[in-house]
């Protein structure tokens, strides 16, 4: 089969054990034979081939493909930082072709340092969409520490938190219930980049508390919820 579609993948991308190495223009995949290619005609709008990304220099690119499109409008790209509140950053048309793989890519020019994550909405012409499955990327950048996930929110008997540090920094890792009473207190060396640290959620009753990240320099509070 002979296919046409803008979006573009990287020089080598293998799609269900097809191996993709020519037969771009650009950001267009001008066409190629792909005798092996798999069609799955199960009836979804759209049959996701593969979704990836990557981190680059000063941006995050996203890749994926469809290997059936029917009554297809577009895609939606969005970013969070937490898997919880999600913010569209993108739309890419779709080229809604029924029997052959269409690839495309999207570059986000404004990731936050430390781990992102993306989910790519589909959206049918009748506005039904359907949701890729969710990837995390680790951009580098020019990085300041933050707090990332709590997981789970609510909390059970356990939980972590993510913390992203711009470099080896000594913290002091406190949990404070909402009248400001630090119940737990700790130092610790978090290491540049991602710390996934524990929470002693089995010291809290239910209710709302805070974990605050400090240093000399640093005042990081999130908030979550202790529920056994």
Request: glycine share 10%.
């Amino acid at each position: 089969m002979y296919i046409t579609t803008c979006g573009g993948l990287p020089d080598s991308i293998i799609a269900r054990g097809v191996e993709n190495t020519s037969g771009f223009s650009g950001d267009c995949w001008t066409g190629g034979d792909h005798p092996d290619q798999t069609i799955d005609l199960t009836g979804l709008p759209v049959t996701w081939n593969f979704i990836d990304a990557e981190s680059e220099d000063n941006h995050v690119v996203l890749y994926w493909g469809t290997s059936m499109e029917l009554n297809n409008s577009h895609f939606l790209i969005r970013r969070s930082r937490d898997e919880i509140t999600w913010q569209t950053i993108g739309r890419v048309e779709g080229t809604n072709i029924r029997q052959g793989f269409s690839g495309y890519r999207y570059f986000d020019m404004q990731p936050s340092p430390g781990l992102n994550y993306f989910r790519i909405i589909q959206v049918d012409q009748d506005g039904r969409n359907t949701e890729s499955a969710v990837l995390a990327v680790t951009f580098e950048g020019d990085a300041f520490s933050f707090i990332g996930r709590i997981s789970p929110n609510p909390a059970g008997e356990t939980a972590s938190v993510s913390l992203f540090s711009a470099g080896n920094d000594e913290f002091e890792m406190q949990v404070l219930d909402i009248s400001g009473k630090v119940l737990f207190s700790e130092r610790m060396m978090a290491q540049k980049g991602m710390n996934d640290l524990s929470i002693p959620t089995n010291l809290l009753e239910n209710g709302l508390f805070f974990v605050r990240f400090t240093n000399n320099d640093l005042n990081l509070v999130a908030k979550f919820i202790s529920r056994k």
